[in-house]
Structure formats: structure tokens, C-alpha cells
């Protein structure tokens, strides 16, 4: 049994999130089991006492604290897969990209190991008032769109255009509703590369009624999503994109892509 951080690190970190924001909680989590999912897909099941009565939106996260850069708290952001409150287990599915302090702790991770979290985080969820969803995003958004396609009730139409490394790294999933998925291929180009993308936000049919896009990803292929849309007339408030990493540069510590340079 490891702890992410050692109790004397913990103690000396300063910590803006030492008072978890309104509306979320400390969740003291312990590793229950950890696998690889897909070739680049690493599923870890967790479980933590606070998590009875816990309740959250599909395409919440959670933050977890992985590293200490000096006494300054690294955390990374991941979607909550599924939630089974009965078991009190709680699945993220990480992408295994490279390097990061988020892949390392990943990577090491063993059943009874603990990690400090915070949630439920996140602001973007399915909008009731749409006649149709548009989910864009790369494998870092697999879990959050397929946690949202899963919710959603079984009249409504979903649009789901999902970039993964390979073939073998597309995932099945189980929802209600009408559902067309595609999945763009990169094959050896890297991750972060607006092209695939971005032409299938310049090409993909928009249903007739009020739609909703979500575009979850690398934070310049989710800007270049967001135009290639407004061009086709898609009104800003029927967008929610939300910048997951950035490419060639970690993320700040609070877990999502640094704002300046
Ligand atoms: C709200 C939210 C929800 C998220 N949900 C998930 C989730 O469910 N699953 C998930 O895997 N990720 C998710 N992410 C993205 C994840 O938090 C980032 O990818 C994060 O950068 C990973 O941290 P790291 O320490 O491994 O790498 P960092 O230290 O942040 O980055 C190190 C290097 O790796 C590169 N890199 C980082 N992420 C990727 C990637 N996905 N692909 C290719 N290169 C990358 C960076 O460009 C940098 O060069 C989410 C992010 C947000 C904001």
C-alpha cells in the first residue's frame, strides 16, 4: 500500500484547495483494482468512504492530487466512468499518452494504494432543452462522452465523432437513446493534431431542431472545432467545449491546461 504523497509532503503543501469548493467534497480514495482497457486505455476503480451518498451529472470528474511540484499540489482532472453507489466504486479511465505525473501515478497504481481526491467537478453535462447531441473529442473524452451518451433517455438523438489512436482502442457502450458513433483513426499521427477533427466539425450532418455540441479535447483542436462550427452557424450557447490538455505542454496544477504563452 503506497500513498501518492507522503504524509510529510502532504502536510507542508500549500494548498488552494486545502476548503474544497462549494458543492464538491474530499474524497479519500483507495485504489480497488487497476487494468488495461484498451492499448491505450487504463481503467482504475476506486473507493472511498465519503462516497456514500455521493451524487454527480454525467460528464463530472474528479480531481486527484498525483505529484508535489515543491509544496505546490499537481493534480489531474479524470471523468467519471461509472459510480456504483451500492459498492461505493468509482471508475476513470486514463489514457495512457506518455509522460506526466497524472501517467505515472496511473501507471504505478495497485490495489490498496490511496490518492487524495476532490469532487464531483465539471460544468459540462447533457443540456435537457436539445432536440440533439453532437459529442466531439479525442480519446482523453472518451469517458465523459460515453458517460453522457449512457445517460441520456432513450427518445433523443446523439451524434457521437470519437478520435482514437488505432482501431483496437474503440470502446462498445450501452445507451438508450439513438446513437451514430464514428471513429476517426489517427494511425501513427500524433495526438493533438487538429486535422481529423476539425474537417468532421466542417462536415458532419447537423439534424434539423435545436442541437448541442460538446467539443472535449486537446484545448486548440476544441477552439478549431468551436469555428469550424459557428461557421456553419451553430450559435455559441448550443456549445459547450472544454480544453481537457495541451499539446506539447503539461498541465497547471489544478488540473487543467495552463492559460498563458
Ligand atoms: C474536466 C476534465 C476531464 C478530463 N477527463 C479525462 C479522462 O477521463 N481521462 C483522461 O485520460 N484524461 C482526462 N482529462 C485530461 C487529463 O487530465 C490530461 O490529459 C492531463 O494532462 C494528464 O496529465 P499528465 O500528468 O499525464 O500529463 P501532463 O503533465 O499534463 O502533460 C505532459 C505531456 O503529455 C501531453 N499530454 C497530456 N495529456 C495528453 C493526452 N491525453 N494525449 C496526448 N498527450 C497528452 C502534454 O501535451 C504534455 O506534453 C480531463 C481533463 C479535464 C480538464
Redesign the pocket.
Known sequence: MTDALPETVMAALEDPFATPMPGTRKLHFEVVATGQLTPH?QRIELTAAELDDFAYQPGQ?VMVL??ADGNRP?R????I?HFDPARRLLT????L??????????RSARPGDRIEGIGP??K?FPSPAADWHLFMG???????ILAMTESLPGDSEATLVLEVPEEADEQDYAAAARTRASYLHRLGR???DPALLVAEAGAVELPPGQGHAYL???ARVVLAMREALAARGLPQDQMSP??????????AGH???ARDG
Open positions: 486505455m470528474d498525483v505529484a499537481v489531474r482532472r479524470y471523468t466512468r476513470i479511465d486514463v489514457v499518452h506518455g509522460e506526466g505525473p497524472g501517467e505515472r501515478w496511473v467537478r465539471g459540462v479525442d480519446e482523453a473524452a472518451l469517458p465523459a500524433p495526438a493533438g472535449l479535447g486537446e472544454k480544453a481537457y490538455w495541451g499539446r506539447g505542454r503539461a498541465n488540473g487543467e491546461p
